[in-house]
């Protein structure tokens, strides 16, 4: 991931699948952008239909929210200069900053 300032931050997750519903189960993190993505850990999927629908519409994207804040979201809204949970963020690295861009990479075992 890349801050609007050109820094570079990454999180690796070496245990990552879906089960029903989408829920994510990830652990196993390396990297020095904090593991933003622990808090997201067994929820399940939601769009503005489907799963946390209150949270998707508000945070205008789907995503693995958990019950209470957002510590990460890479479906986020794209706004450069904001600070908000509904723009792309990953909080433990740079706050809920827009970063300016970010890549989800998945390798089998």
């Not at 949970?85 to 990953?90: C, E, H, L």
């Amino acid at each position: 991931m890349r801050a609007e300032n050109g820094e570079k931050g990454f999180a690796i997750y070496q245990n990552f699948y879906l089960s029903s519903s989408y829920a994510i189960h990830i652990n196993d993190y390396s990297g020095d952008a904090g593991d933003a993505m622990r808090y997201q850990n067994n929820y399940s999927f939601s769009t503005k239909d489907k799963g946390n629908t209150e949270k998707a519409q508000r945070l205008k994207g789907g995503w693995w929210y958990e019950d209470s804040t957002v510590f990460c979201h890479l479906n986020g809204v794209y706004e450069p200069g904001t600070n908000d949970a509904q723009t792309v963020n990953w909080y433990p690295w740079r706050e809920h900053e827009n970063l300016a861009s970010v890549e989800i990479k998945v390798r089998p075992k």
